[in-house]
């Protein structure tokens, strides 16, 4: 990608990054709660699973991101596995979690990870991973923060391969949705976009 590419990959990821960290708590929470809603009907309705029989992996928001620590939360409730990422060197592994309160540290670029000792789980088992992003556009190509984290992790899994059988969901808020985002070969895009309205939570 040409240098003109990446400053208008940087300036979509500064416009974002500071829409992001000035929505209210309150924004946040009702963005998190319709999420967990929207996950759960499609977890449910398309790939025909109950919360308690679903391995997923996620993220801990970080600045802003949108929340799915709600649907998590009913995931371990209803017995389901949910795996959270730990950075090491220049790849992501995946551990299983029994809470989102504890068990986590401050971890590469001030996220919160799990404990390194908590059980590693092989990514490539699991049935769905939820993709956090700095935009989306029209085709699920994402933008990420720039680490290649995602990228990796999906070429992982067989990337465009008709044979990869984890699930790619990449969720945003409705702001995060841009129309033209410079790509090249490696930009991943996910299986399922969701983004929610946060004009509809604010008050």
């Keep these: 990608m040409d240098e003109s590419g990446r400053a208008v990959k940087e300036r979509i990821r500064a416009v974002i990054r500071d829409r992001r960290m000035n929505l ?10 319709e999420l967990s809603s929207y996950l759960e009907e499609f977890i449910r309705d398309e790939l025909g699973r109950g919360l308690g029989d679903i391995t997923v992996a996620s993220y801990m928001p970080f600045r ?8 998590c939360s009913k995931v371990l409730s209803a017995g389901g596995v949910i795996l959270m990422p730990r950075v090491e060197g220049k790849d992501m592994i995946f551990h ?13 670029y001030g996220i919160m990870e799990p404990l390194a000792e908590l059980p590693v789980f092989d990514i490539r088992n699991a049935d769905v ?18 680490g290649g984290y995602y ?8 990337g465009d391969s008709p044979d990869r059988k984890v699930l790619m969901i990449g969720v945003c808020y409705d702001f995060q949705m ?3 985002i410079p790509v090249d070969d490696r930009d991943m895009a996910v299986d399922v976009l969701i983004d929610v309205s946060s004009e509809s939570q604010e008050v």
């Design 24 to 33: 209210s708590d309150e924004v946040l929470a009702g963005c998190g709660s």
């Design 64 to 71: 802003g991101e949108i929340s799915t620590k709600a649907f």
């Design 96 to 108: 299983k979690v029994s809470s989102l309160d504890e068990g986590f540290e401050t971890g590469s």
């Design 129 to 146: 991973v939820i993709v956090p992003g700095i935009a989306y556009n029209d085709e699920g190509i994402r933008l990420g923060q720039g």
């Design 151 to 158: 990228d990796r992790l999906y070429e992982y899994l067989g």
């Design 178 to 180: 841009v129309s033209s």
